[in-house]
């Protein structure tokens, strides 16, 4: 149907053989190029011009609306007020329009409507209007989708600054691609099909399905206040953004960022059901707004500054961050604190020293600190006396009857202070003074080294000289101890009271630790598993293989 200016033109209807040859032949490619050489030869008026394409953001649902309007032959892409209309022939969002007569080849393009959620395949509860601007001279296909809608403004603007149309549809293709953090060579976006398969294909896909998932847009919620008006606007959003400079501000771009960071993951972890090209364009558009490469592990242990904001979601609500730093583990980027970089390098205040143990000759390092009023002299290696790999049983590290394997030792049979396999003058580290060394030390993983880097420990920081472990089985190292009814918190709310002091001012981190370091102190410990999480955990089953620590007496 043509409404228009008194222009004779007869009323298409759908369908027909000829158009519905026309759009099968098409559809099938998705890809019918355009040509942009009106340039040079100047505005160029057309007859009988037949037209197709899909309409996608998801696809649009059949019956959709669809309108052609067409522009001046001065080429400055204003309106005439003629306009063409029509709507999609399915659900895929098909659509023609025959015999059309424009006085210049520059359209532009809108289709509104329902659509078809790529995540879900569920039908939207809000229609959506997506725009495009093109020029008919030699194309057949002309798409409507998510990208023409982004890029229609910008065109604008760079065709009335004076830009040819072929060049600023080019530039506007590659500047918004560009703002997701896609490098992809693409001659303009109305060639794009969600369901084809070029890289620009796919990345309209993904973009389109991302921008589905996002909170300002997702429709599927249950309630009957959705304000359709506000979703159509948060796209409208990116087109407006555009428009001026060919970027999307930080505003937009933070949100965006943002939600592809999760707090315990950092960035990216590859989500349940994605597709790895999902993957790597969530990873793009973080990395390319953030300003940082991938993290690999020849990048282990570095870190970039960004000072631009990011809003994500922390450990229970939404924080916005205008500054920071991005640290990578090998794997990803974690965003971190100023102060927990300088953190990283900071060593935790220690005495060095050796001990040599009299029975072979063996020398260890130690290391000696002061918690709690209490002086401690730790050997900093894994004891190895009759043990070259220095795993032993637990009745073997304490000395004890093998029976003690399966059978609760009676009193005295487990001193207070156990010498145990350790040498004259020192003891088998009982679980009060596990507690107070990760007490001293703050985090478990303050007494882990470079060697766990897989687990995202950077530095060593106490000189303690724990054993990575080896493979994915376990990422906890075990130590054989025991607990002697002196060092039991027989009231753990007791000890909570005791330390609440600290809760009212701002030690509450502090007061924490406290409670879950005596927490750990119970009659029946028998191991002490230190774990790349930094918590320490106490174990109540006799191990056949741990190692030993030994303290000074």
């Known amino acids: 149907m043509v409404i228009g200016n008194g222009m004779n033109m007869a009323k298409w209807i759908l369908p027909t053989l000829a158009l519905g040859a026309m759009l099968c032949a098409c559809f099938e490619s998705g890809k019918d190029v355009a040509g942009t050489s009106e340039e040079s030869e100047g505005i160029i008026a057309l007859e009988g011009k037949m037209i197709s394409g899909v309409a996608q953001k998801g696809p649009l649902v059949k019956g959709s609306s669809v309108i052609l309007r067409e522009t001046s032959a001065d080429g400055k892409l204003e309106p005439t007020g003629r306009k063409f209309e029509t709507t999609t022939i399915d659900d895929k969002g098909r659509f023609g329009i025959d015999s059309v007569e424009l006085e210049s080849p520059y359209v532009l393009l809108s289709a509104e409507g329902y659509y078809t959620r790529e995540a879900d395949g569920e039908r939207s509860r809000c229609p959506m209007r997506l725009d495009a601007v093109t020029s008919l001279e030699n194309r057949k296909v002309s798409n409507i989708n998510l990208l023409t809608h982004f890029e229609y403004k910008r065109v604008l603007n760079l065709v009335k600054s004076g830009k040819a149309f072929a060049e600023a549809k080019k530039q506007a293709a590659t500047e918004v691609l560009g703002a997701f953090g896609v490098s992809v060579k693409v001659d303009a976006a109305e060639n794009l099909n969600i ?3 070029t890289d620009g294909d796919r990345t309209l896909y993904n973009l389109s399905k991302f921008i589905d998932g996002r909170a300002q847009w997702r429709d599927n919620e249950s309630g009957n206040n959705l304000d359709c008006s506000k979703l159509q606007k948060y796209i409208d959003g990116f087109a407006e953004d555009y428009a001026d400079d060919g970027k999307l501000s930080d505003s937009i771009m933070s949100n965006l960022a943002g939600s592809v960071y999760d707090y315990f993951d950092g960035c990216c972890k590859l989500l349940e059901g994605e597709t790895d090209q999902e993957y790597q364009f969530r990873k793009l558009l973080f990395m390319n707004y953030m300003g940082v490469e991938n993290c690999t592990e020849s990048l282990w242990g570095e ?17 916005i961050l205008d500054s920071g730093y991005l640290l990578c583990d090998g794997y990803k980027w974690t965003i971190r604190t100023t ?8 060593k935790i205040d220690h005495e060095s020293g050796t001990m040599t143990d009299p029975r072979d000759g063996k020398v260890y390092k130690t290391v000696g600190f002061e918690f709690d009023g209490i002086k401690y002299e730790w050997m900093a290696e894994d ?7 220095g795993l032993y049983s637990w009745t073997t590290a304490l000395q004890i009857d093998k029976k003690y394997m399966t059978k609760t030792p009676e009193e005295g049979v487990i001193d207070s202070v156990h ?10 580290a009982n679980s009060k003074e596990w507690a107070d060394l990760v007490g001293y030390v703050r985090y478990g993983t303050n007494l ?27 990422v906890e190292i075990f130590y054989h101890t025991y607990a002697h009814k002196s060092y039991f918190v027989e009231n753990l709310e007791d000890k909570i009271s005791e330390f609440g002091k600290y809760y009212e001012g701002t030690n509450e981190e502090w007061a924490l630790d406290l ?4 927490r750990n102190i119970k009659k029946d410990n028998v191991a002490y598993g ?21 303290v000074k007496n």
């Not at 102060?339 to 900071?346: A, V």
């Not at 060697?451 to 530095?459: A, D, L, M, N, P």
């Not at 409670?515 to 005596?518: A, G």
């Not at 999480?533 to 056949?544: I, Q, R, S």
């Open 195 to 197: 369901y084809s398969t």
């Open 383 to 389: 004891l190895l006396y009759k043990a070259p790999s």
């Open 530 to 550: 230190i774990s790349a999480d930094g918590a320490g955990n106490a174990w109540v089953k006799p191990l056949e293989s741990a190692f030993v620590r030994c």
């Open 339 to 346: 102060g927990y970089i300088d953190s990283l390098k900071m």
């Open 448 to 474: 882990l080294n470079e060697r766990w880097r897989q687990y995202g420990v950077f530095y060593d920081k106490f000189d303690f000289n724990l054993k990575a472990p080896t493979g994915e089985k376990s």
């Open 419 to 428: 010498q145990g396999v350790c040498p004259d003058g020192w003891h088998v």
């Open 303 to 319: 870190y970039r500054k960004f000072e631009r904001p990011i809003e994500f979601f922390g450990k229970f609500n939404w924080e």
């Open 515 to 518: 409670v879950v370091r005596y």
